[in-house]
């Protein structure tokens, strides 16, 4: 895009190249120059803004995974219980179906 405005400036340049140096033209180059910054500003801020999106989508891929890791731990240890009350003297249905907080009052 700096590109484009610097081409469609250079011919006006080298055709007139002393009415641009002129003192009246000096605020038309300082113009010029503010909308280069407020280009470069423009540009920062996105930046700015895509990376931020990429650490949020990075955090969100942590912290799914962490959720995965987590459930195949609860699910391991779900069936670790479930061969333990069997092991107990209770039926598969009855230790599939086990309140774990009745269990662990002793009210089970």
Do not use: K
Not at 5 to 34: F, I, K, S
């Amino acid at each position: 895009m700096v590109g484009a405005l610097t081409r469609r400036v250079r011919p006006h340049l080298r055709r007139n190249r002393a009415a641009w140096q002129e003192p009246g033209r000096r605020a038309g180059r300082r113009a010029l120059g503010l909308g280069l910054d407020r280009q470069a500003g423009v540009l920062r801020a996105l930046q700015e803004i895509h990376w931020a999106i990429h650490r949020g989508f990075c955090e969100y891929q942590s912290a799914s995974e962490e959720r995965r890791q987590l459930a195949v731990d609860v699910g391991e240890l779900s069936g670790q219980l479930t061969e333990a009350l069997c092991a107990a003297g209770w039926s598969a249905d009855q230790a599939r179906t086990a309140n774990v907080d009745e269990l662990a009052a002793g009210i089970g």
